[in-house]
């Protein structure tokens, strides 16, 4: 039986709070980790008025912008769909990967659930933030990205564009993912 090679995909969003439902995903930025120059993007029209106030001052969105100028939240969902499917083509899987994963991924797969029926990623997301904390037997403090970049010296810098940092998360990745293979290759 042939296994379906793995696809990693780097995502990251920007929200109005901080769970889904009661706040809305307001943008995706999405890229293969491994040819980051393969991307998605989009900004989404809320599904509720409520904010923290603190979320759209981070992102710099606006929920009137928004509201006028995002994606309706199925057709979102249905262009990520489909692109995550012309990235895995016949023989991958993709695999959802994010820095605090759990925050992203669980907007992610609300949205997925609410307005498609299913989760391209399936019930389960990589954490970089874990598998760096793993490699390195860190505190979990020292997982914040501050101290990891510090570490491995990233190109890229993190802005809260999901776009750019999704490349910037695949770029950690990949540091992470090459310290990881070189012991391998040694042991």
Same mark, same amino acid.
């Given at each position: ?8 995909? #780097?995502?990251?969003?920007?929200? #109005? ?6 706040? !809305? ?6 890229? #293969? ?7 998605f ?20 969105? !606006? ?35 994010? $820095? ?5 991924? !669980? $907007? ?20 970089i ?6 490699l ?8 914040? !990205?501050s ?20 490349r910037?998360?695949?770029?950690? $990745? ?14």
């Amino acid at each position: 039986m042939n296994e379906k090679r793995e696809i990693f995909i #780097s995502v990251d969003v920007e929200t #109005s709070g901080p769970i889904p439902g009661e706040y !809305s995903l307001l943008s995706i930025g999405a890229c #293969s980790v491994f040819e980051p120059e393969k991307v998605f993007a989009c900004t989404l029209k809320p599904i509720t008025d409520a904010f923290d106030p603190k979320a759209l001052e981070v992102t710099g969105l !606006s929920l009137q912008d928004l509201t006028e100028n995002g994606l309706e939240p199925k057709l979102a969902m249905k262009q990520f769909s489909e692109w995550l499917l012309q990235i895995a083509g016949e023989d991958g899987t993709i695999v959802f990967v994010g $820095f605090n994963a759990p925050f992203d991924w !669980s $907007f992610v797969n609300y949205y997925f659930h609410r307005f498609m029926g299913e989760n391209p990623f399936g019930f389960t997301a990589l954490d970089i933030k874990a598998l760096y904390m793993g490699l390195t037997g860190c505190t979990w403090r020292d997982t914040r !990205s501050s101290k990891i970049a510090a570490h491995l010296k990233p190109h890229a810098t993190g802005t809260h564009n999901a776009l750019q940092d999704a490349r910037y998360q695949a770029e950690i $990745f990949r540091l992470v993912w090459q310290i990881i293979t070189n012991q391998n290759h040694r042991a």
